[in-house]
């Protein structure tokens, strides 16, 4: 099972990313999916996280300017941020607590992706 992450980049402070994660392998089921994030540093801090039926979960410093979504058919979870901030810089990655063929219920990550927004 691999999480692919991609989306990051540079933006001005104030404007707009969509982050996207893809899991591939031999993937039965997906529970909670979310992105995390890694400030130089500061230690890794979840942003947001999204249920099977779609319940989501919001760190406070972004209510409001990001959102997650997913599509359960294709094993993907998304994550637009608007509005974004100079604190907002960090490497994200995507999680997901994944059952394989023939495997209890264990967390994956991707590869980080690296936002930038300076001011």
């Known amino acids: 099972v691999q999480l692919q992450a991609s989306g990051g980049g540079l933006v001005q402070a104030g404007g707009s990313l969509r982050l996207s994660c893809a899991g591939s392998?031999?993937?039965?089921?997906?529970?909670?999916m979310g992105w995390y994030r890694q400030a130089p540093g500061k230690q890794r801090e979840l942003v947001a996280t999204?249920?099977?039926?779609?319940?989501?979960n919001y760190v406070d410093s972004v209510k409001g300017r990001f959102t997650i979504s997913r599509d359960n058919a294709k094993n993907t979870v998304d994550l637009q941020m608007d509005s974004l901030k100079p604190v907002d810089t960090a490497i994200y990655y995507c999680?997901?607590?994944?059952?394989?063929?023939?495997?209890?219920?264990?967390?994956?990550w991707g590869q980080g992706t690296l936002v930038t927004a300076p001011a």
């Open positions: 999680s997901a607590n994944i059952k394989r063929i023939g495997f209890p219920y264990r967390d994956y």
């Open positions: 392998g031999s993937i039965v089921s997906i529970n909670d």
């Open positions: 999204i249920a099977k039926g779609g319940n989501t």
